[in-house]
């Protein structure tokens, strides 16, 4: 297959050539062969798929909420060819066999993906090392939904585990002894945010980064949501991620969105929020991962303390990215850096990430002038809502895991692929 007079994100047009699971070249002219089919992409960007290094499908356990079979469907429909599932499922996976449970579930997904592994008291290292595992994490520092927060005698058992088999350690970094128990008595959204203090994640992202530093482990900060936590994280040489939600809205967003607006590490001031975007926007954060963390409209209307954490991400990341280089807020490369790029770098993924002959073909084709508005029933996710309701995003006409299209939109008509998902670890 020929894509013909693509834009990459450096803004060169080039031809690129897919054949069978690879991008076989990308040249300034190639010819299409006698039985080469040819796709006109004059105008268009073609990106390298997004690597999404953070995401919760819910089975086993919970498939009210999301399942392989629509979380991957949002995630192919919002430009995600690779996601990496976390380990705070039912059961959690700690262990081999719960491993090999969600390796089942697996068998729906249309894009690529990777399996984390967590550590609960009983988690059981060996056989969870010996799996074809992602990362350990997110290894949890305080109780998030799943409420699989540790000590810190495990946590550091647990990075000395995995650093001598080479596996590097996600964390979620929250201190809960740094959290504010004055806001109990308050039942407004925004006392999320104020319970959950920003000082609570810059204590956790120091305490994980001295353990990575002094057990030589590759630490990942996952969620970092305030500067503080981010320039822990770079100070002590560690990588981070920043979802969507805490570049793009703030405690000022809770009059819209009120408990449906609840999550770990929680949305924080509009200053905090700045200071997060330009340390996107500068290099400093390496990654953008959604924490896709679905739960039903029907959860998420309960009250502040009761409403379940985390809002779903998966579809509307890089669509939303798009729409923010597009205004001239990021630049294209940048957004291949923090989507495709540098995950792939972070985590070893040397066939994937670029727009580059030898590379796996996952690629997504958009018109870089073409906006919706999102709005969440007419996402692929089964959780029904988004916290961008409203939102402009630019997304994709097609989008291709190793050179077979898994999602087309052509006339407002959405046609998904077959479920052709690989473990990212379990091939050579
Ligand atoms: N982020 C959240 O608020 N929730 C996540 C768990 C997590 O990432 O902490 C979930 O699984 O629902
Ligand atoms: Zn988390
Ligand atoms: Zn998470």
Redesign the pocket.
Known sequence: MLIANATLVDGRQRDVRVAGERIAAVERRLSAGADETTIDATGKLLLPGMIDAHV?FREPGFPEKETWASGSRAAAAGGVTTVVD?P?TQPPTVDGETFDEKATCTTDSVVDFGINGGVTPDWQPDELLDRPLFALG?V?LAD???EMGIDADLFADAVTAATERGVPVTV?AEDATRFDASTRDRDDADAWSAFRTPEAERAAVERACEVGRDTGAQLHI??ASTPEGIDAADSMEMTCEVTPHHLLLSREDYDDLGTHGR??PPLRSEERREGVYERVADGTVDLIAT?H?P?TREEKDAGIWDA???VPGVETALPLLLAEARAGRLDYERVRDLTAANPAAVFDLPQKGRVEAGKDADLVLVDPDATRDIRGEELATDCGWTPFDGFEGVFPEWTMVRGETVYERTDGEERFGAAIGENVRSRE
């Open positions: 919760h976390q705070n997110e949890f998030s939904t799943g979620h996952a969620h999550m770990n924490d963390a739960h379940p954490s985390g």
